[in-house]
């Protein structure tokens, strides 16, 4: 092994990590309801109470965000998201009516793929170990090389976890040697059964590619429209606090604000008094060159960065030290246009539309441009515009009065709590869902017989034949479809 090339012995890894998940993936589904939640709850457990120290682990490894709030998506990941799943029913008969004679059984997809982000790494480990173990699956993670420590800290605090409680421990596993090659393997080896993606574009769309039934995310880029009968102080509290919470690294976060022009100066005065920076031109000019390198993509260096740390790294020498967020007055929607892109930072374009018509225009361009079917907030007290609103803008997750970041998640709204949000059909993902334990199952249907072939024949008769002339109670499938064919023909003409 020693000689083998890197890819090499990450290939072999993985496989061996696989062998290893269907192991115990055959002994996690023999365990009943209550098992699984006894193992649910000692992982969540162990996640809370490691979760500053692997706070501090990701903070310290990637210098993405800030620790402090990675101890909140820790929490959110672990004692949240089981809070939620603790009373699903997940395995065995998992609904029945009696009395359309149906039920429903619950069956494990078996070994999941997990793609893990450097945005949100701890965090998305907790999250996804826990619905995959609560949907009686074993979960094999491919970790980005940026957060490496991080998570393999994390899976050992699960594995554990799992451990203490008679679980085995290769129900969740990481790869160690992360390479393009390792990851490639584990979505297409025969043992995988799904992919759980959560990336850049590019991983989700090869997790598409893999010919593995895949669940993957795009990006978010979501834009947030202050209404001219929004609370506007409290609004843009949301958008600040929502932005600045552990700078801008959750996807679901604000990535520009539109606002009516009779709004206009009322809004910015409160940016302003919130501690926003608005960029005069050059100074828009100068961080939308740093934002957006050659190739169009964004540049990594400002993911996660504070203000501060952003305007060293682009030369911006008069922005204040109390400045929490940039922001750049913007007028036009592109692969050119460096604010209408994601921007996993606090940064936000500032777009001024002419009404409310104009302003939805614009909301659907930026998110037909990017971000379809992920994130849109309004701030509002006019709810037949929400309404309006909802049934035009390309988005999964429309949220009303509340912060884009949390609020996607579930945190301060009544989502399921998730840190992998569908984008839907329309933007390229298979649900549209934020994704929880039954979106990790397979549910077989038990159905019992109602009715007999004599009675679908009766029934039919009477919707195709209204005249009452003919007897198809004891007529053949051949006149019955004679009486159906000469009536239809005889409607058409």
Not at 30 to 51: G, L, M, R, S, Y
Not at 104 to 119: E, L, N, Q, W
Request: net charge neutral.
């Amino acid at each position: 092994m020693e000689n083998q090339d890197k890819d090499l012995r990450s290939i072999q890894e993985v496989r061996n990590l696989l062998r290893e998940a269907d192991k115990a993936q055959k002994i996690l589904v023999t365990f009943d309801q209550a098992k699984i939640d006894q193992i649910i709850k000692v992982v969540a457990d162990a996640c809370v109470q490691n979760a500053v120290r692997l706070a501090k682990m990701a903070n310290e490894e990637t210098s993405f965000g800030i620790w402090q709030d990675k101890v909140i998506k820790n929490v959110f990941g672990s004692k949240v998201v089981y809070e939620a799943i603790k009373n699903q029913k997940t395995v065995g008969i998992i609904a029945e009516d009696k009395e359309k004679r149906t039920m429903d059984v619950a069956t494990a997809v078996g070994v999941i793929a997990g793609i893990i982000p450097s945005t949100n790494p701890t965090s998305t480990v907790m999250y996804k170990s826990l619905i995959a173990i609560k949907a009686g699956n074993s979960i094999v993670f491919s970790p980005h090389p940026g957060a490496l420590k991080c998570i393999l800290e994390t899976v050992d605090v699960i594995r554990k976890a799992l451990k203490s409680i008679g679980c085995p421990e290769s129900t969740v596993s990481c790869i160690s040697i992360p390479t393009m090659e390792a990851t490639q393997e584990l979505m297409k080896n025969d043992i995988t059964k799904l992919i759980l993606a959560t990336g850049g574009y590019a991983m989700v769309k090869s997790a598409y590619s893999s010919g593995t039934p895949a669940i993957g995310v795009g990006a978010g880029n979501g834009p947030a429209f202050i209404e001219k009968t929004a609370d506007v102080k409290q609004a843009v509290k949301r958008i600040m606090d929502s932005k600045t919470f552990d700078n801008g690294t959750i996807c679901a976060s604000e990535q520009s604000v539109v606002v009516e022009r009779c709004m206009e100066d009322t809004v910015k005065n409160e940016f302003l008094a919130q501690g926003a920076y608005f960029l005069d031109e050059q100074e828009a000019k100068q961080l939308g060159n740093f934002i957006l390198r050659a190739n169009g993509t964004m540049n990594p260096q400002i993911v996660g960065k504070s203000v501060k740390k952003i305007a060293e790294l682009a030369g911006l020498s008069k922005v204040p030290d109390t400045a929490r967020v940039l922001i750049a007055k913007e007028c036009k929607v592109g692969h050119t246009v460096p604010y209408s892109h994601e921007k996993l930072a606090p940064i936000l374009a500032f777009y001024v539309e002419d009404n409310a018509d104009t302003a939805l225009d614009r909301i659907c361009e930026i998110l037909y441009f990017e971000g379809m079917g992920h994130t849109f907030c309004m701030h509002t007290n006019n709810e037949e515009l929400v309404k309006r609103f909802s049934l035009k803008v390309p988005a999964s997750r429309i949220l009303i009065n509340t912060l884009g970041s949390l609020g996607g998640v579930g945190a301060t709204t009544n989502l399921f709590p998730a840190l992998t949000l569908g984008c839907g059909a329309v933007g390229g993902s298979s649900s549209s869902n934020n994704i929880g334990p039954l979106d990790l199952i397979n549910i077989k249907r038990v159905a019992y017989g109602v009715k007999e072939m004599e009675q679908l024949r009766k029934e039919a008769a009477i919707e195709g034949c209204c005249d009452g002339g003919c007897h198809t109670g004891n007529a053949d499938v051949s006149q019955l479809v004679d009486i159906l064919v000469t009536k239809i023909m005889q409607e058409l003409v």
